[in-house]
């Protein structure tokens, strides 16, 4: 077995997981420079709420990716009024605030909705009903499964529609004139609450989607989940520079990527020093490095971000 | 002539100092009034209130007869109202094109959009040369053609002006004046804040002249020009 091409593929559908989620911290980021520390728990409740209906569906006997569709699919909008409500709750009201304030209460809002999902859907791992097949391919000499496949291509084409709103649809044109210049977009016309409503709105919706892939793939969901998947993605906006949305998409698969080599080789490297179980350490210590030497991020604009 | 812009009593507060102590001046349809004074006179407060990015502590601003003072800033420009804020306010990290679309944002008649972006390209051939350059690229001249553009994109009844000659090259000066004295021959309405008061006062047909947060006098542009205390204060020149 090709050990680096097996690594390397897990590591690309992992990333692109975090990538997925990296979008909401880097938009929200974008515009009104908050690090929405909440957003990972809102992974979290739209893979239990996609576990949930899953469930309900699974137990008729249904199987397949249509159960796992319908799934998103409500994930989808029960994310998106979340997402709504904690930018009207917990933000919008400290907008002209100083910038600790909102962050103080994203961290409130991230331990608030943690202990809602414990109520709801207890503490203990739920497992994800087994609807799937899951075929597995061979490519050289590595594995790769149906699910990884899906989750590569639904990722790869949210990304590229969140990336065309953005950069070719006045809306998009619209946020972007809105975090570089709020008070400017409001004189064009340009009712910034709304858009920041609406980024909010994007960003939980990719939220909902990776939650519901996430646990498809790892096979489980609590309500702790949210935290370090969360944590992971905000390292991966800030690797690729945060507020720049090309940047969470290549940090996120960089992260992923660095992350499964290490838990591919650390142990063989090291003589069984250091295991894989490692392999959060080498991804914050990236963090860390990358703060360190480029603190812009990689695809970060360098210098002077507001003129 | 109808009054398109009427401000009674004018008070801005930031926090508790006052920078503009209720004054009251008007503008009539299809007129080039100037604002000017010195550094710190409450020349951009006031038109900030008027353009909605500052709430009034009191005081009435009328536009078309209606009351501005509680309108969302977001909602100004659908009335007629655009600024060119001072220090341009451009969007760096959009495109020339970018930024004159967001000019338009509110409208919805492409052919007019289409019309208007010709108009803009041909009073400023530079803007159509750099259309796909980011705006934070642009020298500052090119900014200030491409602040005045993008507000003219948005059709405006009223175009409320900052300071546009502010950090400019002399030649750059000029063409941005003779664009501005070109839209009013045009018809349409606008109020110009300057401190450079001779051009300001070239331009215009009647001016404000602010001092400590009060308007002093106001007059004819040409009464300003020959006036002994304008001349001395702002003019630079001992009668």
Redesign the interface.
């Known amino acids: 077995m090709d050990i680096f091409l097996q690594q390397v593929i897990n590591g690309l559908v992992q990333g692109s997981l975090y990538a997925l989620v990296a979008l909401g911290y880097t938009m929200v980021y974008g515009i009104i420079e908050l690090v929405n520390f909440a957003h990972g728990e809102v992974v979290m409740v739209g893979a239990l709420v996609g576990l949930s209906v899953i469930e309900r569906i699974a137990s008729r006997g249904d199987t397949g990716w249509g159960v796992i569709a319908i799934g998103v699919l409500v994930a989808i909008p029960s994310c998106m009024a979340l997402g709504l409500g904690i930018e009207r709750v917990a933000y919008r009201p400290l907008r002209k605030a100083p910038r600790l304030a909102p962050l103080i209460s994203a961290i409130g809002v991230s331990i608030a909705l943690q202990q809602m999902a414990a109520l709801i859907w207890g503490r203990n791992y739920l497992h994800y009903p087994d609807v799937l097949s899951n075929p597995q391919f061979h490519i050289g000499g590595a594995v790769i499964t149906q699910v990884q496949l899906v989750i590569l291509a639904t990722t790869g084409i949210l990304m590229l529609l969140t990336w065309l709103i953005v950069q070719k649809t006045?809306l998009g044109?619209?946020m972007?004139?809105s975090a570089?210049?709020p008070?400017?977009?409001?004189?064009?016309?340009?009712?910034?609450d709304r858009i920041i409503a609406l980024t909010f709105l994007m960003g939980s919706g990719l939220a909902a989607v990776a939650g519901v892939l996430v646990g498809t793939y790892y096979g489980v969901g609590n309500h702790t989940m949210g935290f370090m998947l969360g944590l992971k993605a905000f390292t991966a906006a800030v690797l690729g520079g945060i507020g720049s949305l090309g940047g969470a998409m290549l940090g996120g698969l960089l992260l992923g990527v660095i992350e499964n080599l290490g838990a591919g080789y650390l142990g063989s490297v090291t003589n069984g020093t250091i295991g894989s179980n490692y392999s959060d350490v080498l991804a914050f210590l990236m963090l860390i490095a990358v703060l360190v030497l480029r603190p812009s991020g990689l695809m970060g604009?360098r210098g002077s971000e507001k003129? | 002539m109808s009054t398109l812009l009427e401000v009674k009593e004018l008070v801005v507060r930031y926090g508790g100092i006052e920078a503009v102590k209720g004054i009251n001046l008007h503008i009539h349809q299809g007129e080039l009034v100037t604002l000017i004074g010195a550094n710190g006179a409450g020349k951009t407060s006031t038109l900030n209130a008027l353009?909605?990015?500052l709430k009034p502590a009191s005081g009435e601003i009328r536009f078309e007869g209606e009351l501005l003072n509680s309108s969302?800033?977001?909602?100004?420009?659908?009335r007629g109202l655009?600024?060119v804020?001072e220090g341009r306010?451009v969007?760096?990290?959009?495109t020339v094109e970018?930024n004159l679309?967001?000019?338009a944002?509110?409208r919805k008649d492409k052919p007019g959009m289409r019309a208007d972006l010709n108009q803009v390209f041909e009073s400023f051939p530079r803007l159509q040369e750099r259309r796909q350059q980011k705006a934070?690229t642009l020298s500052g001249g090119e900014q200030q053609m491409l602040a005045i553009g993008?507000a003219l994109m948005?059709r405006p009844k009223l175009l409320l002006l900052d300071e546009p000659s502010m950090g400019l090259a002399p030649l750059m000066v000029q063409t941005i004046f003779s664009v501005i004295q070109r839209v009013a021959k045009e018809g349409m309405t606008v109020f110009l804040v300057e401190q450079n008061a001779r051009l300001a006062l070239q331009s215009a047909q009647r001016a404000y002249v602010m001092e400590g947060g009060m308007i002093r006098f106001n007059a004819s542009a040409n009464e300003c020009l020959s006036d002994p205390r304008v001349r001395l204060a702002y003019l630079g020149e001992d009668s």
């Open positions: 006045a044109r619209a972007r004139a570089q210049n008070s400017v977009a409001g004189l064009m016309g340009v009712n910034v604009e003129v | 353009a909605g990015l969302p800033i977001h909602q100004l420009i659908q655009a600024l804020p306010g969007f760096p990290r959009l970018e679309a967001m000019g944002y509110t934070g993008r948005g």
